[in-house]
Every structure is written in structure tokens, then in C-alpha cells.
């Protein structure tokens, strides 16, 4: 057997560290939605909890996508196709560290929201990655329930149930997932092609997919002002949803109309990250004003 | 089968293995000294001051 020259880093890079952070970012917002502060040990352990099972999630992932890792220009320098880690230490590694993140937060927090952590990992690696990302085009769409539900762990988390907040802020991520992604894939078609994943532009055309982002940026925009609506969010935010939302629908109805060449790549990769300017930022905001609530509250 | 020559000397890592196993060695050990903090630190918020009184 070979002796391992893998380094932390390449532990590192198996969570996914820049998924982590939305994970991270959202799962706080759903902690700090909690009518009644929670304690900042148990607030900040969940979070670490729910980040690693992110983490784990991604690394399960990456033991079971090895394949299409590697022919994927995107991915092909990640471990496991680099020879830096194998796949057996990363099935372990994710294994050990779901399982330590699921037990941790139900001492720390409650079975709630250890169990929909379970549930959030589960769905991500059995239904998205081992299922739907191969077989159908709609894979980004069911399979971001998983990345959408951090907001409701985070807040079963800190009050021990599941509320109407949390919900609006699983539709806002689940709404957000398939423009974001399918940007990407119509700017990478050939890379989703060479690796056998059915990703909308592939199986279903690019016209056909820039129709589809465009209906889910409207969708989104709608959900991005209901914190607002309901009243968990200030009228800033909602400034905040509505001019980005505008922009986001903009830059969908560019991707829309410009099809053709170099130009369609680049208002495509132009929307990805817009898309995530918007996320964080609404994010961000909601983040500020609870915090300044929280601190309200403890005085 | 295949067969195998065993060195008396045991097996002798290369610069390259020594060093990642050396970082290996101490990233494990920071996080179980982050683990050992954060379950104290989560034992008192949970059980409280009273955690330092046990019953007679």
C-alpha cells in the first residue's frame, strides 16, 4: 500500500471551502432569525456543526464524482483526481466528519436539527450526487433543496422548531440554485457534455435553458422581497432585493437575447456572478440588521 | 501471489512522506485541541456554574 503524501490543505479542498462559506453565511442568518437570541457558544458550535457536515457533504461528493472530476477542466485539479488523496481515505474522512457533525449538534442544539442536518447530507450525497446528477436535467433544481436548507437547521438549531422565515430563506436559495448553476453550464457545455452529466443546455439545448433562467430570476426576485413582506426583514433589505433583483432579471433577459459566439459565454459567465454578488449580498444585509437586533435585545 | 521482500529495517519514508505526515500530524492535532475547548467551553454553557458543585 502506498504511503500517503497528502498535506491539510488536501484535506481542505475535499469540504469545499468556498461552499462552506455560503453555508456558513446562510446557516447564521437562519441561527439569527430566532425571535430569542441563542447563547453565542451553542449559536457558534452549531454553526461550525452544520458547516462541517457541509464539508462532509462535499467530500462525499468528491469520492463519488472522481470520475467526472477528473475529465472536467473545472475539477480536474481537486485531490482525488490529482493522486494527492484516494478515494477510500475520502469515503472515511466524509463519513467520520457527517457523522461527527450530526452527533456534536444533537448534544449541543437538539434532535431537530440534528436530524434535518442528517437529512441535509443524505440528500445531497445519496439523491443529488449518487442519483439525479446523472440522470436528469433537473438535478441542480431538486438537489438544491440540500444547498437551500442550511437557513432551517440553522434555526431549528437555536429555537428548536421550524418556522415561516427559515422557509422563505430555503425558497430564496432554492430559487437562486438553477439560474446560478445553469449560467455556468451554458458557458461549460462541452465540459458537462465530454463528462456525461445531463445538464439543461446538454440535453434540453441552450435556447430552451435560457428560457428557464429567466422564469426562475422572476420567481426569484418575488421571493427575494417576501422577507420584507412578512416583516422579518427591514425596508433596506428590501431596497437591497428589489434593485439587485432588477439587475438580476436584466442580466437573465441578456442572457436571454444574446445567443450567439464569444458574447453569450460571456453575458452566461456575467450572470454566474452576478448571481453571487446578489446572493451575499441580500445575505450579508440580513446578517447586519439581526445582528443589530440581537445586540438590541442582550442590552 | 505476489511475493514480498521485507526490509529488517522497516519501512523508510521518503523526505516528501516525512513532511506531510508531520503536517498531517499537527493539523490533527489543533483540531482536537479546538474539539477539547469546544466541549468544555458547550459543558458549562449547558450544565452552568452548577457543573463545579457536585452533589454530597
Redesign the interface.
Known sequence: MA??????RD?LALVKPRVMQLVVITALAGILLAPHPV?F??GL?SL?CIAVGAGASGALNMWYDADIDAVMRRTAKRPIPTGRVTRPEVLAFGIILSGFAVLTLY??ANALAAALLAFTIFFYVVIYTMWLKRATPQNIVIGGAAGALPPIVGYAAATGHVDVAPLVLFGLIFAWTPPHFWALALARTTDYGNAGVPMMPNVKGADHTRLEILIYSLILVAIGVLPTALGFASYVYGAFALVLGVEFVRRSILVFRVREGEAANKTAMSLFWFSIVYLYVLFAELLVERVIYVVGVLR | MMSYEIDPKGVTLTPEQMRSRRLRNIAIGLVVGALVVLFYAVTIVKLGPGVLKPPI
Not at chain 1, 504511503?3 to 491539510?8: F, K, L, Q, R
Open positions: 504511503i500517503s503524501t497528502a498535506e491539510p484535506y447563547n457558544v451553542i458550535s461550525l448534544l449541543v
